[in-house]
């Protein structure tokens, strides 16, 4: 048993280092109006046997009415599974949200648990999917991290605002 989780760790580290060779660009690009999309976090599952290799997309957005500017971010991960016959509902992963507002110089993170949002889409955005951060308003930097080994997308800009 164990060389067979050493294996699909093999397998899931080298597709990361594949997503890493294939590039993703920089960060270097104006802000862009809230929502924005960012590009793709891939990230080994917590139970790399059971959950497999995870892809978290990242869509930043205003929550209404907040006063001092509060984002919104949806997390949208896909678990690529080794093991279809699982409930894909159990597989979570812990995702950091960083925010960096490069008006105020203000920064902070939040710690989530996302799960995957395939098996009811849904339902998906009510179930933990979501972090909101007090970023204020202006031009705010915004990246994702995992415990687990991870390709982090580059960060995204995009302006808080009325």
């Known amino acids: 048993m164990r060389k067979v989780i050493r294996g699909r760790s093999a397998i899931g580290v080298a597709a990361l280092a594949a997503t890493t060779m294939l590039g993703f660009g920089t960060a270097g690009a104006a802000p862009v109006p809230s929502p924005a999309r960012a590009l793709d976090t891939w990230a080994l599952s917590d139970d790399i046997g059971r959950c497999g290799i995870v892809r978290i997309p990242m869509t930043v957005g205003l929550t209404s009415g907040w006063p001092g500017g509060e984002a919104y971010i949806l ?16 597989c979570m992963i812990a995702v950091t949200v960083h925010w960096e507002n490069l008006d105020t110089g ?26 909101y951060v007090a970023s204020g308003y202006g031009r705010v930097r915004f990246w994702l991290s995992t415990a687990t080994p991870h390709v982090s997308a580059p960060s995204i800009e995009t302006v808080i605002s009325l």
């Open 106 to 131: 203000a920064t902070g993170s939040r710690t989530v648990y996302p799960m995957d949002s395939r098996e009811n889409p849904a339902a998906y955005q009510t179930s933990g999917n979501a972090a």
């Open 75 to 90: 997390l949208s991960p896909e678990f690529f599974v080794p093991d279809l016959t699982h409930q894909l509902t159990q």
